[in-house]
């Protein structure tokens, strides 16, 4: 099946810094969103984003379908940005219809 | 709209026991996933139901089970509950398949003893 890769697998900076969190994955995708995983475990929908780019306040992603991978940027951390940060992805072609998760990126953004 | 709703929020079981949650999608939403994390194996799929039919399943034992109804609230099943079932268990909707936005409810957290 489709494989998932995040990186970092953990990131600390201070509050104001800049972020960059990578997803590649290993084939085609039909599907690819961002989550945030806040601290009682529900995940919340950062970005619908199979190709192209998008932005919503401090945060925007890109991703290159062609040489698959997509970016995240969160700009000017904030403490309430700490947390688990997924990619997901739905394979091309006529498989399930599932999402493929990364083991994601924890993000700690200190005062 | 209501976001997706998750029932029971929290549930202990011992093992050999089964249990059912519940999963109510967003208004309109037809497709129903389930999802399980743990810290070992992270998120992975379980099934998608949508129509009242099992759609797409994952790499899950068949002590995993699910049914949709035809207001499109669904519920899965766990049999014969093992220690390694302890996990949070998440429901997603979207409006017609997988491969549209996917929308998370709060989960069910179960924990076998």
């Known amino acids: 099946g489709i494989q998932v890769e995040q990186s970092p697998p953990d990131l600390i900076l201070q509050e104001g810094a800049n972020s960059t969190l990578r997803c590649n994955f290993s084939?085609?995708?039909?599907?690819l969103q961002w989550f945030h995983q806040n601290p009682w475990g529900q995940l919340i929908n950062l970005f619908y984003i199979p190709s192209g780019t998008k932005q919503n306040g401090r945060l925007s992603a890109t991703t290159v379908a062609t040489e698959r991978y997509s970016l995240l940027y969160i700009s000017s951390s904030q403490t309430t940005d700490s947390g688990v940060y997924f990619c997901?992805?739905?394979?091309?072609?006529?498989?399930?219809?599932?999402?493929?998760f990364g083991k994601g990126t924890h993000l700690i953004i200190q005062p | 709209k209501a976001g997706v709703t998750q029932t029971p929020r929290y549930l202990i079981k011992t093992r050999g026991q089964q249990v059912t949650l519940s999963c109510s999608p967003i208004s309109g939403h037809r497709s129903v996933s389930w999802y399980q994390q743990t810290p070992g194996q992270g998120l992975q799929f379980l099934f998608e139901y949508f129509s009242e039919t099992q759609r797409n399943k994952g790499n899950f034992p068949g002590r995993f089970s699910g049914r949709q109804f035809s207001n499109s609230r669904s519920e899965m099943n766990v049999s014969t509950l093992e220690l390694g079932d302890s996990a949070l268990y998440l429901c997603?909707?979207?409006?017609?398949?997988?491969?549209?936005?996917?929308?998370f409810g709060p989960g069910t957290r179960l924990l076998v003893l």
């Open positions: 997901a992805v739905v394979a091309g072609g006529g498989g399930a219809d599932g999402l493929t």
């Open positions: 084939d085609s995708v039909n599907n």
């Open positions: 997603a909707s979207s409006q017609i398949n997988g491969r549209e936005t996917q929308y």
